[in-house]
């Protein structure tokens, strides 16, 4: 087990790395002293959330758990007005918990209303999916979707713990697992080298959901996300990193109507981005080379899904990170080191994105 320190504007906060960590959460609990706790899920991830229930009722809380459908669609402005309608039955006060059990998914919606009940009160992370160990919950981004817009409506809202417990990765569906790999390259690729090396090396037993061999990953890539958020928690700058290979890919899954995975539309993303970055003379093409191969042996190969590429470069153009009219690429230099704000002639970009969708 390990146990890293995130800093944030608003206190730091550790987060608990390990397997069958229940003593660790048990104990968390304990020195966080709430007057009550609730239990955010989803129907899938129920079964974890039983079992945090468990862990902590020795510290001598009896968390309430409030489950919401599996899906995307929980991230939305009815269905935090229900969290917020069980916050109020069960009489959450200022001194009360929220602990989110489950993926990005839960953790986005549950942070969004610990952040706004009573003008917000604390909430710890219990990520059941790689995805949200790696990335979303560590950083305090929370929210839910707008009607049309994914993610637009938020806070940042930091937990006051976060614990990954290995053993949650073991019900999750193969997909899911798959995809979350596309994000780790992504911290291999723009800003750590070590991970690029890393999943190299430990592909056979990363593969097989080797929980030592994930702590591994999950450390590096937490502290790879902390050390960015630590400078830059409000994305005013270096922040942007983390949007490798999401440039192209958001516009992809966009064009898509969401039927390609935020993963496979990420290392899609990461395939152009890195080509545009050759072709600019930004990297050279061992680069190239080794993130192509990497992706392809965790699952995510270099199948042109089939979309309008004219639509995928129109949603390029709405990027959201676009700036005065600019989209701003993010670029690797050399394996684990990438530059965000590049500016990349259209002609250019077109001719990538055709040619990865041809
Ligand atoms: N806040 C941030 O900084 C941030 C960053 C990245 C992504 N996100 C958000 O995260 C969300 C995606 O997160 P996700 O990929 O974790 O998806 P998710 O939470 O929807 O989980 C995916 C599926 O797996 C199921 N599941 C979760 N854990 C399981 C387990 N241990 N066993 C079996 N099934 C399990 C869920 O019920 C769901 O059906 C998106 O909404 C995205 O916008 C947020
Ligand atoms: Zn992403």
Request: include cysteine; aromatic fraction near 6%.
């Amino acid at each position: 087990m390990v146990r890293l320190i995130v800093d944030a504007a608003r206190g730091s906060y550790p987060v608990i790395i390990g397997s069958e960590v229940h003593r660790e959460l048990r104990n968390l609990v304990r020195r966080l002293d709430p007057s009550s706790a609730v239990i955010v899920t989803d129907s899938n991830v129920r079964p974890w959330a039983h079992r945090v229930a468990k862990a902590i009722k020795p510290s001598g809380v009896k968390p309430s758990i409030y489950v919401v459908p599996a899906g995307e669609r929980s991230k939305s402005m009815t269905a935090l007005h229900d969290v917020l309608a069980f916050f109020e039955r069960q009489k959450i006060d200022r001194a009360g918990l929220v602990i989110a059990v489950g993926g990005g998914t839960v953790g986005d919606l549950a942070g969004f209303a610990a952040s706004v009940w009573l003008r917000g009160i604390r909430v710890v992370a219990v990520p059941t999916t790689l995805l949200a160990m790696v990335d979303s919950s560590v950083g305090g981004k929370t929210g839910v979707n707008g009607v049309r817009s994914k993610n637009a409506i938020g806070t940042f809202w930091p937990p006051s713990a976060v614990v990954a417990d290995m053993a949650c990765l073991e019900t999750l569906p193969p997909v899911n697992y798959r995809d979350a790999f596309a994000e780790v390259v992504k911290y291999g690729v723009a800003m750590d080298r070590g991970i690029f090396e890393l999943l190299q090396k430990e592909c056979e037993r990363l593969r097989a959901r080797d929980r030592r061999a994930l702590e591994r990953v999950v450390f590096r890539c937490v502290t790879a996300k902390a050390l960015v958020v630590a400078r830059d928690e409000r994305e005013r700058g270096p922040r942007a990193i983390l949007n490798y290979g999401h440039t192209a890919g958001h516009a992809l899954e966009a064009a898509s109507r969401f039927r390609v995975s935020h993963g496979r539309a990420v290392a899609f993303g990461m395939r152009v981005a890195a080509k545009i970055a050759l072709s600019l003379e930004l990297c050279g093409p061992r680069l190239v080379e080794a993130q192509d191969a990497l992706l392809t042996e965790y699952g995510l190969p270099d199948r042109s899904p089939a979309v309008d590429p004219a639509r995928v470069l129109a949603a390029i153009e709405h990027d959201k990170k676009a700036r005065r009219g600019r989209v701003a690429w993010v670029m690797p230099r050399r394996l684990g080191h990438a530059e965000p704000g590049h500016v990349v002639p259209a002609g250019v970009v077109r001719r990538f994105v055709r040619k990865a969708l041809a």
